[in-house]
């Protein structure tokens, strides 16, 4: 399988060749693509170096898949390209996601989405993979009725220039080419991309559309808060979930032991719990503080973290690959 991986120098696009690496995908040729400016330069996958190439290249080759990480005017552009030359596209970008044409696809909660048909497939925002995860296999136990979910995001999520500034400020330098409004170094932002209209950022509204359109419910109640925070390793999310059957702890927490990508780390007596430093560079989406919550019926509190990087972003995308090729579709 030839796959291309485009945006293969960026934050992401670097460790979407590790967990090709890493989860010994099939690949006969790895095609890395990038912008005109970093176009020549080198990657490594599995001991060998490549040189990247340029996106017109890239879809002459008509590679089998290509998993996009390149910003979402880069995929409302080349996605189609690639498509109509026979390409699978799985892009990591907002660009195709709340297209209801185009699947958006969580492997652990809707793979029956995918079909030969889908040339482009949507992977969803980081917040919102983590989220689903933890609620699908609840949803299907105990029936959700509404979803209250405050996100702590890591300065990842905005990128390498982000993680720059943080470095600079916690060193006392002056930054002068930050992302954010405010510092974030001894700091918590409560804003996470631009305002709307509605006065909920985009962020907001992302894990408020895109959890309804992946687990099939467009009426779902959700609500969001999303934060920033000066974190590396992952985002983490406080969620209060109401189910239209009685609930309990302990089943919730059956349930997610059973789970697919879900590891339980619930003894609080011992202080265990989920949190992004020992999140960082996993794959799953771990969930603890598990309890009921004592002001409303039916009704139950959970801590969800995941790496915002890995299952956020460049795994989902593999996985979703890798569903692919389970289908037969490519």
């Excluded at 399988?1 to 967990?19: E, H, K, P, Y």
């Excluded at 060998?48 to 880069?74: C, E, H, N």
Aim: aromatic fraction near 6%.
């Amino acid at each position: 399988m030839r796959i291309a991986v485009v945006g293969a120098t960026g934050m992401v696009g670097r460790i979407m060749l590790q967990v090709l690496e890493e989860r010994n995908v099939p690949c006969t040729e790895l095609i890395p693509v990038a912008s005109a400016r970093s176009a020549g330069t080198k990657v490594r996958f599995k001991g060998k170096d490549y040189t990247v190439i340029g996106m017109k290249q890239a879809v002459s080759l008509r590679p089998d898949v290509a998993l996009f990480s390149a910003g979402g005017s880069t995929s409302l552009e080349w996605a189609p390209k690639f498509a109509e030359v026979g390409t699978y596209v799985i892009d990591n970008s907002s660009a195709w996601r709340m297209d209801p044409n185009i699947p958006l696809v969580v492997p652990e909660v809707n793979p029956y989405a995918l079909t030969k048909g889908s040339r482009i497939i949507a992977n969803p925002n980081c917040s919102t993979i983590q989220l689903v995860v933890a609620l699908w296999p609840l949803h299907k136990a105990f029936g959700i009725e509404r979803v209250v979910v405050s996100t702590y995001q890591s300065v990842t999520g905005t990128g390498k220039k982000a993680m720059d500034t943080l470095n600079r400020e916690q060193a006392g330098e002056k930054d002068t080419d930050s992302p954010y409004p405010h510092p974030i170094h001894r700091n918590v932002i409560p804003q996470c991309d631009v305002f709307l209209e509605n006065g909920y950022t985009k962020e907001e509204m992302k894990v408020v559309n895109e959890s309804r359109k992946i687990m099939g419910l467009p009426d779902l109640r959700v609500t969001a808060t999303a934060v920033r925070v000066p974190v590396t390793g992952g985002h983490s999310e406080a969620v209060n979930v109401r189910f239209s059957k009685a609930v309990t702890p302990e089943a919730v927490r059956d349930i997610l032991r059973n789970a697919p990508g879900v590891i339980v780390q619930d003894d609080p007596a011992k202080s265990v719990y989920p949190m992004p430093l020992n999140a960082e560079g996993r794959d799953e989406v771990f969930v603890g503080r598990i309890r009921k919550d004592e002001s409303e019926e039916n009704s139950i509190n959970l801590w969800v973290v995941s790496d915002n990087l890995r299952k956020g972003a460049a795994t989902n995308s593999v996985q979703i690959l890798e569903l692919l090729m389970e289908k037969g579709i490519v």
